[in-house]
């Protein structure tokens, strides 16, 4: 009888255990960190190091130094005592790949299949007319988004439009913000935007959490770096 028992009591143990270590382990065994997400090093590979091939002055504030990110092509930091205080993101986008503005710059007047004169007061006015557009959009598309993420918690408010030189180019100047109804800022975006003829340059920094990549932890270091950035973008070596 005593055999018997035995062997039940080890017929039993023997379904339980895996069944037990199927439930329980999971939750004893540490958990493993979400894989971070994925970056590209470069803003398109083919253009190689984009900031170190258009970069001219780097003025910043007293003890802040602005370079070329060591893993990431596509940013550029803005420093000061070994610490990083924020990134500015570049990216270039071939004409071919963007045939949404292709419409826009047809639709302005732009011709697509010959040679530019940067020069020419028509050529920039259409330029800035196509470019006016495509901000019009990413205004639009982000509003529309903040409002299903923020409802009316969050005040969206994007600034009005500036012709600007990025480097010899007719570029143009946005920005948007995030604010909320009790008061502070949730978000802040700058970009800058410009063409060359065959390729769309988008430069862009951020306060914003939600942000990967090129953003300031802190919203008083963006306005801090906000006028030499626009010193930056002025003196880029572009068009290329």
Same mark, same amino acid.
């Given at each position: 009888? *005593?055999?018997?028992?035995?062997?039940?009591?080890?017929?039993? *143990?023997?379904? *339980?255990?895996?069944?037990?270590?199927?439930? &329980? &382990?999971?939750?004893?065994?540490?958990?493993?960190?979400?894989?971070?997400?994925?970056?590209?090093?470069? +803003?398109?590979?083919?253009?190689?190091?984009?900031?170190?091939?258009? &970069?001219?002055?780097?003025?910043?504030?007293?003890?802040?130094?602005?370079?070329?990110?060591?893993?990431?092509?596509?940013?550029?930091?803005?420093?000061?005592?070994?610490?990083?205080?924020?990134?500015?993101?570049?990216?270039?986008?071939?004409?071919?790949?963007?045939?949404?503005?292709?419409?826009?710059?047809?639709?302005?007047?732009?011709?697509?299949?010959?040679?530019?004169?940067?020069?020419?007061?028509?050529?920039?006015?259409?330029?800035?007319?196509?470019?006016? +557009?495509?901000? +019009?959009?990413?205004?639009?598309?982000?509003?529309?988004?903040?409002?299903?993420?923020?409802?009316?918690?969050?005040?969206?408010?994007?600034?009005?439009?500036?012709?600007?030189?990025?480097?010899?180019?007719?570029?143009?100047?946005?920005?948007?913000?995030?604010?909320?109804?009790?008061?502070?800022?949730?978000?802040?975006?700058?970009?800058?935007?410009?063409?060359?003829?065959?390729?769309?340059?988008?430069?862009?920094?951020?306060?914003?959490?939600?942000?990967?990549?090129?953003?300031?932890?802190?919203?008083?270091?963006? +306005?801090?770096?906000?006028?030499?950035?626009?010193?930056?973008?002025?003196?880029?070596? *572009?068009?290329?």
């Amino acid at each position: 009888m *005593l055999r018997l028992y035995h062997l039940i009591l080890g017929l039993m *143990l023997a379904l *339980l255990i895996p069944l037990g270590a199927k439930f &329980l &382990l999971p939750r004893l065994s540490p958990k493993k960190p979400p894989n971070p997400p994925a970056v590209s090093k470069l +803003a398109n590979p083919s253009e190689g190091n984009v900031w170190q091939k258009i &970069l001219g002055n780097t003025p910043a504030p007293t003890n802040w130094q602005v370079a070329v990110c060591n893993e990431n092509a596509a940013l550029l930091c803005i420093s000061s005592k070994g610490k990083v205080l924020g990134t500015v993101e570049i990216n270039v986008y071939p004409l071919e790949k963007i045939p949404d503005f292709q419409k826009k710059l047809a639709v302005a007047g732009v011709p697509t299949n010959s040679p530019v004169d940067y020069q020419n007061s028509k050529y920039q006015t259409q330029v800035l007319t196509a470019l006016k +557009a495509w901000v +019009a959009d990413k205004y639009a598309t982000v509003a529309k988004d903040r409002q299903a993420q923020y409802g009316r918690d969050i005040i969206f408010s994007d600034y009005p439009t500036q012709p600007v030189s990025v480097g010899k180019l007719q570029g143009i100047r946005y920005g948007f913000a995030g604010l909320n109804q009790q008061g502070g800022v949730q978000e802040q975006h700058i970009g800058h935007v410009a063409f060359d003829g065959a390729r769309l340059y988008v430069i862009t920094t951020a306060f914003d959490s939600a942000t990967q990549t090129g953003k300031f932890e802190k919203l008083e270091n963006l +306005a801090i770096f906000q006028p030499y950035l626009y010193a930056i973008a002025a003196d880029l070596r *572009l068009p290329q």
